[in-house]
């Protein structure tokens, strides 16, 4: 390999290159700056330049396969590492205040962060299953110890050992499905399993089914879908809220980036295939994650099963099969960040010392005391709930559609009967706090960077719900490219 070529493939991998070293320098600064809200700000600082790295690989037009074809730039990972971008500054907005009080303030916290992310984004720029198993393992085992990182709280410990078992059984999943897929084809390379598919007349081989089933169990297990889900309410419940956010969201949508493009890619003849096994998932995924909810008096679980649900919803676009489809779960992805995150910094801003907020009932009657908060919240769970003009509408409306438009109008209705259950436990709180008396004085935690995180996430549920073209437009000529 020329000097040449080597810088340009270095080039490609930059945004990469550019969060480890960042993760390394806060490793260092850890042991001699006191104040970790510096690091904090360095660990922003650090991902801006990397998204603008990022933007400036937006030049090419035509995806670059560099490393031997084993990684790809193109418009649909580049549109995911904006997610990923946009989870990690609010991720540590809503962390500073928070972990100061939880007495576990440590740099290595968001190198962590950091860490996890540069997972996320190799196995979203995968164009081999080798890198999109190393980038899993890694984004895994820096969450696992992110789970666990309050060491004095026993749940917190439970959910990090959870979450570290379950995990290591769902690695498993996938390098039997990688094992099994390159036994039959003869390579790894996403691409070239589609096309060794054709070419050896493997399509209906039921070895190849079994394989493809592997990689869906695994890439099951990190977006949470049921049968899978089963870690998901005790490691949201027992992880840091602020980290509980981070995995709603960055996992999840790292997940849906491989599952995407390993289907879409390599699978693609076997659409019949997949979606015999989808389907039913995703039917189950959206009712345990409604149904169970309701039960839910800790808003933590509450909010695990939501998001099982919303998986679910996030699924249809994946079953459609179609390119508007899976823009559709990409557009959802984005939305449903935004309401996510601000709903768990709402959650935050009732911590305090000695107090987790995180029972129903520390929600009565915040509207007397906190009417801009509860306000808040009353929108993120009415764009969790499918409510328009709220963002929430248009995430789940486009699913729908596609669902609809690809010929599986029964999972559309099926989605929209249980949507309509799944507002009974999101308007409980709303009723909760506006129709309640309260139990005892709710004092607010507040921070700059908090009202921060919870003015960006209100105003883009707003904004995307009513201008909903603009980030449509984005994410389909992101995925054209």
């Known amino acids: 390999m020329d000097m040449a070529n080597y810088l340009f493939e270095m080039t490609m991998i930059m945004p990469e290159l550019t969060l480890v070293c960042v993760a390394l320098i806060l490793l260092l600064l850890d042991l001699v700056v006191k104040k970790k809200e510096v690091i904090a700000v360095v660990g922003i600082a650090g991902t801006l330049v990397a998204l603008y790295a990022t933007y400036k690989l937006y030049v090419f037009n035509q995806p670059q396969n560099v490393f031997a074809g084993m990684f790809v730039l193109d418009g649909y990972s580049n549109f995911f590492k904006l997610i990923f971008y946009i989870n990690i500054i609010l991720t540590i907005c809503i962390s500073l205040k928070y972990m100061t009080i939880e007495k576990s303030s440590f740099g290595e916290y968001y190198a962590l962060i950091l860490f996890a992310t540069t997972g996320m984004m190799f196995m979203a720029s995968a164009a081999d299953l080798i890198i999109l198993y190393l980038g899993l393992e890694l984004m895994a085992l820096s969450t696992y110890i992110l789970a666990g990182l309050i060491r004095k709280q026993p749940r917190s410990n439970e959910a990090a050992l959870k979450y570290f078992f379950l995990g290591a059984f769902s690695s498993a999943f996938l390098l039997y499905g990688i094992s099994l897929t390159y036994g039959m084809t003869g390579t790894t390379n996403i691409k070239e399993i589609a096309v060794a598919l054709q070419s050896l007349n493997i399509v209906d081989n039921p070895i190849v089914f079994l394989g493809m089933i592997f990689m869906i169990v695994a890439f099951g297990f990190k977006i949470a879908l049921a049968p899978f889900h089963m870690w998901a309410p005790d490691v949201y419940e027992g992880a840091p ?47 345990v994650g409604s149904i169970i909810a309701l039960a839910q008096t800790n808003i933590k679980r509450m909010l695990a099963y939501s998001s099982i649900a919303h998986a679910g919803y996030m699924l249809l676009g994946i079953i459609a099969g179609t390119t508007d489809g ?75 559609m596609e669902a609809v438009n690809s010929g599986h109008t029964y999972l559309a209705i099926i989605a929209v009967i249980f949507s309509v259950i799944s507002a009974f436990f999101y308007l409980r709180i709303v009723m909760y706090m506006y129709m309640k008396d309260p139990k005892e004085e709710v004092v607010l935690t507040s921070s700059s960077s908090l009202n921060f995180a919870l003015a960006v996430t209100t105003a883009m549920v707003i904004i995307l719900g009513v201008f909903p073209s603009f980030l449509l437009n984005l994410v389909r000529s992101s995925i054209a490219g």
């Open 326 to 400: 899976l823009t559709s779960t990409v557009n959802y992805l984005m939305i449903y960040m935004f309401m996510n995150v601000g709903a768990f910094a709402v959650v935050i801003s009732l911590r305090r010392e000695g107090f987790q907020g995180e029972n129903l009932e520390d929600y009565m009657g915040l509207a007397r005391k906190h009417p801009v908060t509860s306000a808040l919240m009353l929108v993120f769970m009415f764009s969790l709930t499918g409510i328009p003009p709220t963002a929430g509408f248009i995430g789940k409306f486009y699913v729908i």
């Open 241 to 287: 809220t602020s980290i509980t956010a981070f995995m709603s969201v960055g996992p999840k949508a790292a997940g849906f980036a491989v599952m995407g493009r390993v289907l879409f890619e390599s699978f693609g003849a076997m659409q019949l295939q997949w979606n015999s096994v989808l389907i039913p998932v995703a039917v189950i995924t959206i009712a």
